[in-house]
């Protein structure tokens, strides 16, 4: 569980980050690349943290005779602030060095989680609020940010903020990545998800990422959270003292005020969908709407073309179609004359006693033209 909710943390996924950047994307950018680059990157770089955070460790182990590591390790941010800087603190060769070093990377980690959170609430806002300007909106955001977070400096603060990374930053984020998965690969579809990526990337996926997108990771997911409620019990600070009946409250609000958004967002889209009763307006509710869809004219009129012809259900078809004709709706028109051309020569071919080099000179001439 807890390595899981590391991997969670470290690249941001179901926060928002993630889909925040790629909005600034261009259409047909390769994601797919992207995102093995970035997963890669992330996984070296945990690597990599783990080998010095434990040699770290095992140094501390050795210099002050503990028996176990769990007279060394502790919970949260004391381990960064209180047993990290006592280890390097005890470094023999430059230990100045190494702290200036160490605070910084940390200070570097901090400020790129910082900027694309607060990024992803800007660009929320800004997507809102078309009319206030956008650097008013950065000022106002960093700057209700900052007043909120003045509350982890007070003498209680340390409290509050396990507080909130328990109820506002764990097992929520199970759920709501359960809820992204169950929505797009099982109500939007996945044919017709993966239709949009081969439309946009021209690759075609296969039964791994079906696999895991459709089946392993929301039944993953599932039986993680199940296993997490299983043994669930409330948060505790500072070696078993309990926090406080108000303070448990305001944690399962916090909760609430994540969860509430997505029944609140299925009973505005209701009110707001048509149908003559109540089955058809649910119905409706599940489909895509006007809005999704291409944001530029030239790669929504290819996109609606694909989707017509294609339907999900014709991948070999295009195949055959080169993706610059898919781009361009009147290539594809030409693409398409053509291809009717081919067909009706290969199918005169049965009626003519032509050779085979004959056949072939002639298809050559025809590809040519495509070409």
């Known amino acids: 569980y807890a390595a899981v909710t590391q991997c969670f943390f470290s690249l941001s996924v179901a926060y928002g980050p993630i889909v925040m950047f790629a909005s600034h994307n261009r259409f047909r950018q390769n994601i797919y690349r992207d995102a093995t680059i970035i997963s890669l990157m992330d996984t070296v770089n945990s690597l990599l943290s783990g080998f010095t955070v434990f040699s770290v460790l095992g140094y501390l182990k050795y210099i002050t005779g503990a028996e176990s590591f769990d007279e060394l390790t502790a919970d949260g941010t004391a381990l960064v602030f209180v047993v990290y800087p006592s280890a390097i603190a005890a470094f023999e060769t430059v230990p100045q060095l190494f702290s200036v070093l160490f605070f910084t990377v940390l200070m570097i980690l901090g400020f790129g989680s910082a900027s694309a959170l607060v990024s992803t609430v800007i660009n929320i806002l800004h997507d809102k609020f078309r009319a206030i300007p956008l650097h008013i909106l950065t000022t106002l955001t960093c700057v209700a940010g900052f007043l909120i977070g003045l509350v982890y400096v007070t003498p209680g603060g340390q409290w509050i903020l396990d507080l909130v990374d328990f109820f506002g930053g764990t097992f929520v984020i199970y759920i709501i990545a359960m809820m992204e998965t169950v ?69 399962w609000l916090l909760l609430a005020s994540a969860l509430v958004m997505m029944p609140i967002s299925f009973i505005i889209s209701y009110r707001q969908t048509p149908g003559l009763d109540m089955a058809e307006r649910l119905r409706n509710v599940f489909k895509s709407n006007s809005k999704h869809r291409p944001r530029l004219d030239e790669d929504n009129q290819a996109w609606q073309m694909y989707c017509e012809q294609d339907g999900g259900r014709k991948q070999d078809q295009w195949k055959t179609y080169s993706k610059e004709a898919l781009q361009d709706p009147k290539k594809y028109q030409e693409f398409l004359d053509y291809h009717s051309s081919i067909a009706e020569t290969a199918s005169s071919w049965d009626t003519f006693h032509e050779e085979p080099k004959s056949k072939s000179t002639l298809f050559d001439k025809i590809k040519g033209k495509l070409c």
């Open 183 to 251: 929505a797009v690969f099982w109500i939007y579809g996945q044919r017709k998800y993966f239709r949009d990526l081969r439309f946009m990337l021209g690759v075609n996926f296969g039964f791994y990422w079906k696999f895991c997108f459709c089946a392993f990771i929301p039944i993953g997911l599932a039986a993680i959270f199940i296993y997490f409620m299983v043994f669930f019990e409330l948060p505790t600070y500072n070696d078993g003292m309990q926090y406080p009946t108000i303070g448990i409250v305001f944690g």
